[in-house]
């Protein structure tokens, strides 16, 4: 192999891994941490599709490029998300209830999921325009691995905040 072949070649490893959130230089032959697994599926059947009766739509301050403001203590947030993106609760989840505060824009859906809860909606979302949506879930036993998983059809852009 040439040197210029070894240089592209670990370029493009590097790209791989880098999307798999671990890296490398370009004189290496692997990434030096291992990836990190995905949370194993759950068999809880997750709850409606559709927003809650009780979800609050249009919330103040909307914006994809700044996570949303919520009034509890926040332990989760994106911004300018795209695609999806896995946003572990930080010190994880605890008896109470959960605000998740979703903004996204651009036409296409986007879709929040918090499968220790066995919970998912999903939001229509407009070009042009940031549209809102605010559920709350009552958490009845701590979860200290949870997270929410948020994801985009192309062309969406997103921000969640999550607080207890």
């Known amino acids: 192999m040439t040197t210029i072949t070894r240089a592209a070649t ?18 290496d032959n692997g990434p030096k941490t291992p990836a990190k697994k995905s949370a194993p599926a759950t068999s809880t059947p997750a709850a409606s599709a559709e927003p809650a009766a009780d979800a ?14 919520i009034e509890r203590k926040t ?13 572990p609760f930080k010190g994880g989840l605890h008896k ?15 879709k929040a999921e918090v499968p220790a809860l066995g919970v998912t909606f999903k939001k229509e979302c407009a070009d042009g325009k940031v549209t809102s949506i605010y559920n ?22 997103w921000s969640v905040s999550a607080g207890q």
Not at 10 to 27: D, E, N, P, R
Not at 75 to 87: C, D, E, K, L, P
Not at 98 to 110: H, Y
């Open 10 to 27: 670990a370029a493009a490893i590097c790209a791989a891994v880098l999307l798999t959130g671990t890296a490398c230089t370009s004189g």
């Open 136 to 157: 709350e879930i009552e958490v009845s036993a701590a979860a200290p691995d949870a997270y929410v998983h948020v994801t985009g059809t192309s062309g969406v852009r």
């Open 75 to 87: 332990i989760a947030s994106f911004a300018n998300g795209q695609f999806g993106r896995v946003i």
């Open 96 to 110: 109470g209830t959960l605000g998740i505060a979703l903004n996204c824009e651009g036409k296409g859906t986007v």
């Open 56 to 69: 609050v739509e249009g919330i103040d301050g909307e914006s994809v490029t700044e996570a949303p403001k």
